[in-house]
Each structure stands twice: as C-alpha cells, then as structure tokens.
C-alpha cells in the first residue's frame, strides 16, 4: 500500500455522500430542506467554512440544477453503497486525506473536524482513516481517509466485498474514543443520521441546535 508523508498533508476536502436509498422513509432523503436548503447544501454550506473544496456525491444529480454552488458528482461503482462513496471522493480529490460526512448528518462539529486535523498532522504512523468508536461500534463519517486507500477500495469493491470496516487497518488508523468525542459534542449531536420517521422526530426536536 502506498503511503505518505503526515507533515505536508493537505485536508481542505470534504465530501458529502448523499447516494442512501432511504428505504426506511418514505421519500428521499437528500431532499429534506433544511432552512430553505437540500440536506446535503446545509451540511456542504456548513463545512465550507473549515474546506476550500466541497463535494456532493448524488447519482441524482438533477437535484441540485440551480441551487447547489458546489460539485457534484456521481458514483464511480454505481450501487455498491457508501464504500463506493468513499472511493468516488478520494478519487476526486488531490489531496492526500479527504474528510467524508452522510448527506443524513445535519450537526456538522468544526472543532472536532479540526481536531482530526491535528491528529493527522501530528501522527506519528503512516496513516489510511482516523474515525470514532461509539458503542463499540467505528463510525464511518465524520471521519478522515486517505487516498492511500484507493486501490484497496477498488480490489474489495471488485470482489463484492462491500462492508466498510473491512478497509480498516489497525497498523494505519486513529481511533477516537467516547470520551473525547463528548468534550466535542456534549449533547452527542454530529453522529445523529436520519434514517428512519424516529430519527427525523429526535432530528426536528433538537433543530434549534443547528
């Protein structure tokens, strides 16, 4: 696997995976407004504030004609989920890390982003992702990749190895515990996805803290 060097990285590309099929709601997901804004505008407009480059990944690109000021772009593997996500922004991006977030992600944390800035350039290991631990549990967005995982995407993708943890390497990752996400997000807000009616019921009574 290819590597590179921590102390020149570049980390001012986000990427915006808005390709869910939303099978547990009864329409799509990307097309929530939120203050007058698809889902995946509010979040992009949010992180522009910390990125230079912001992108949106939709193979339904029709959505955004006229409203969205950033790229969008479509999935290189059509319909292999959000691993195929992952490897359609790494492969847009020249920089060498590249923060992913879900379209379904609105409590977008800019301190902790910047805090895994850090960690990324103070590592002291060759580094593939650096991603929170939560119930036990990796939590995939809100979190950083590097391109050195591109051809390892690729192979797992061509194998129909499609489960995201499986690109994890304990050698090359940074795990970020429960107790340093909550110093970040003490009303444990930015791993809130909607993904189903309850999720969007606990997403509007908390709205107020967007």
């Given amino acids: 696997m290819e590597h590179f060097a921590n102390s020149g990285s570049k980390l001012n590309t986000a990427v915006v995976l808005a390709g869910g099929k939303s099978s547990r709601l009864p329409f799509d997901k990307q097309t929530l407004d939120i203050k007058g804004n698809l889902m995946p505008v509010f979040i992009a407009n949010h992180l522009s504030f910390e990125f230079d480059r912001v992108i949106i990944v939709s193979n339904k690109p029709e959505l955004y004609r006229g409203n969205c000021p950033y790229e969008v772009i479509s999935d290189t593997c059509i319909g292999l989920g959000p691993k195929a ?99 970040f997000d003490p009303h444990s807000l930015m791993f809130i996805n909607l993904n189903t009616p309850k999720d969007l019921e606990t997403f509007q009574s908390k709205q107020m803290l967007l």
Avoid at 120 to 148: T, W
Avoid at 171 to 181: G, V
């Fill in 85 to 183: 996500g992952i490897l359609t922004g790494l492969e847009h991006s020249t920089d060498e890390f590249v923060y992913f977030t879900g379209c379904d992600m609105p409590f977008v944390n800019l301190p902790f982003i910047r805090y895994m800035k850090k960690l990324i350039l103070n590592a002291k290991k060759d580094l593939s992702v650096v991603i929170s631990v939560k119930d036990g549990y990796y939590e995939p967005f809100n979190a950083f990749y590097s391109k050195n995982l591109i051809p390892v995407l690729l192979a797992q993708l061509n194998s129909n190895n499609n489960k995201i943890t499986n690109c994890y390497f304990d050698n090359s990752i940074i795990k970020i515990n429960e107790r340093t996400q909550s110093e």
